[in-house]
């Protein structure tokens, strides 16, 4: 019944630019917050970053901050994760994640609704 559906993923060369794409189905998300996580082989999912329910809060690990901006997009019921300047070490499975509820945080416990994740590889 509700379902978030991650795309954007793929290969890309140190320093290039990707932009995540994720996409609710069977519910609209205009009251949840929302929250981008990665998984990398033999390691804990990381909390990235996070939107409250009407965009206008944000927040960022110390990891992607600068480099990556999350964004929403009510009309079309969709979020995003921008991210520029990639590194070998942002290789992982991404995630989004939604929780309905006005704020947002970085843990992935708090969330309810997970997708299914895209894969990131950064490498030349």
């Known amino acids: 019944q509700l379902q978030l559906v991650e795309s954007g993923g793929g290969l890309v060369q140190p320093g290039g630019s990707l932009r995540l794409s994720c996409a609710a189905s069977g519910f609209t998300l205009d009251y949840y917050a929302i929250g981008w996580f990665r998984q990398a082989p033999g390691k804990e999912r990381e909390g990235l970053s996070c939107i409250n329910d009407s965009g206008i809060s944000t927040g960022y690990a110390d990891s992607v901050k600068g480099r990556f901006t999350i964004s929403r997009d009510h009309a079309k019921n969709m979020v995003y994760l921008e991210m520029n300047s990639l590194k070998p070490e942002d290789t992982a499975v991404y995630y989004c994640?939604?929780?309905?509820?006005?704020?947002?945080?970085?843990?992935?416990?708090?969330?309810?609704?997970w997708g299914q994740g895209t894969q990131v590889t950064v490498s030349s």
């Open positions: 994640a939604a929780v309905p509820v006005d704020l947002c945080e970085l843990s992935s416990g708090y969330y309810y609704y």
